[in-house]
């Protein structure tokens, strides 16, 4: 069975999650600015965390081109899901950041193959552990939205 005209081909599936995965890592190296400037005790891992979405950030700008595409810039902001006052909201927001990276890299995963597939299973497994350090407890599912729960939650 052919695939549809619309539906993109394998590689074109993996240029978007590659691209997509590139966006929610702009995202992140914006938001950990927003983290690191209140995490109080903490800033020492929103910088590290920081550090590495910046070195995920240029390893998926190098794997997008090398799929053949163009890398998307970041955006100038983001906007935050609410007002980061106080530290605790700035972990709040990190796991979340690592929610939606984890995301992306589950996606990146499914389209993906080789190196880049094993890459992106990395950067999952990371985002999972970061999320869970902010948070102070795991997921069931991470990367996977519509089956995260708390872990011990049933």
């Known amino acids: 069975m052919k695939p549809s005209p619309s539906s993109p081909s394998p590689a074109g599936r993996a240029l978007d999650a590659a691209q997509a995965a590139l ?16 995490a109080g005790e903490r ?14 950030r240029d390893a998926l700008a190098r794997a997008v081109r090398d799929l053949g595409g163009s890398p998307r810039p970041s ?26 990276v984890a995301g992306a890299y589950a996606d990146l995963v499914r389209a993906a193959d080789g190196p880049l597939r094993r890459e992106a299973a990395d950067a999952l497994s990371a985002a999972a552990v970061r ?16 089956h995260a729960r708390p872990a011990g939650n049933s």
């Open 23 to 38: 966006a929610a890592e702009h995202a992140a190296v914006y938001g950990y600015g927003v983290v690191g400037a209140r």
């Open 43 to 56: 800033a020492g891992e929103a910088r590290e965390a920081h550090g590495t979405h910046l070195a995920r």
């Open 75 to 100: 955006d100038p902001a983001y906007a935050l899901p609410y007002e980061v006052r106080t530290a605790g909201d700035a972990e709040r927001l990190a796991a979340e950041v690592e929610d939606r």
């Open 131 to 146: 999320a869970a350090r902010w948070r102070g407890g795991g997921v069931a599912f991470p990367g996977l939205a519509e």
